[in-house]
């Protein structure tokens, strides 16, 4: 396709148990960024990687929190012992090589851990 | 701490009028800016990008930036029933920071 592509849509899971998401960007694009919105929030920053540039882990919110990219595409973000405010739809969006960061969102994963 | 402030609303304006979103930002190195619209339950879809001062159009939407007051606006012109959704204002250099939005509702 040719947006960028989260999976899965919804995801429901018990407390403890650990979380990965899935970010397939568009392609082309080199950045990519994982995004949190709490239900009537704001999106909060989570991680940013740029090509081969060491990531930008700065908003992780605690040591739960990790995320890769293989092969500078697509990207797994994963929760570890997750807790029932890590619920919340996680966004993903990916933009070209340039400074100018228009940044484009995939449709997100709804995660509701219960 | 890079914040992005905008007011929350509702912002409520009827329909054919001009809407004004305004947003403030607190990291003076930013060097991108943008405007996105998010309806209830879907992800935010980019409307409106600018990155130098003065003013940029495309169509109905004005973005206005202003470097040095740290300050970016989105005009809406003949607004729309359609166009009631959430607005969020961003900006950055390389990740971007988001505001929390605000709420617009156009009235038939």
């Known amino acids: ?114 | 701490q890079k914040e992005v402030e905008q007011n929350s609303g509702p912002l409520s304006v009827p329909e054919g009028a001009i809407a004004s979103l305004n947003c403030t930002y607190s990291d003076r190195g930013s060097q991108s800016f943008f405007w996105y619209r998010q309806y209830s339950g879907k992800s935010p879809e980019l409307i409106m990008s600018i990155y130098s001062n003065g003013d940029k159009e495309d169509g109905r939407f004005t973005a206005q930036l202003n470097k040095a007051s740290q300050y970016v606006s989105l005009l809406i012109r003949d607004s729309q029933p359609s166009d009631s959704a959430t607005y969020l204002c961003a900006a950055g250099r390389r990740a971007l920071t988001f505001g929390s939005g605000t709420r617009l509702q156009v009235q038939p």
């Open chain 1, 1 to 114: 396709g040719a947006g960028v592509s989260q999976s899965p849509s919804n995801k429901v899971t018990e407390k403890g148990k650990d979380v990965e998401l899935r970010c397939d960007p568009i392609s082309g694009h080199t950045a990519l960024y994982w995004y949190r919105q709490s239900l009537g929030q704001g999106l909060e920053f989570l991680i940013y990687f740029q090509g081969n540039s060491a990531p930008d882990k700065s908003g992780l919110p605690s040591d739960r929190f990790s995320a890769e990219r293989t092969g500078g595409s697509v990207s797994t973000l994963t929760i570890q012992r997750t807790q029932q405010e890590d619920s919340a739809v996680y966004l993903c969006a990916s933009s070209p090589e340039d400074k100018r960061t228009e940044a484009f969102f995939g449709q997100g994963t709804r995660l509701t851990v219960v």
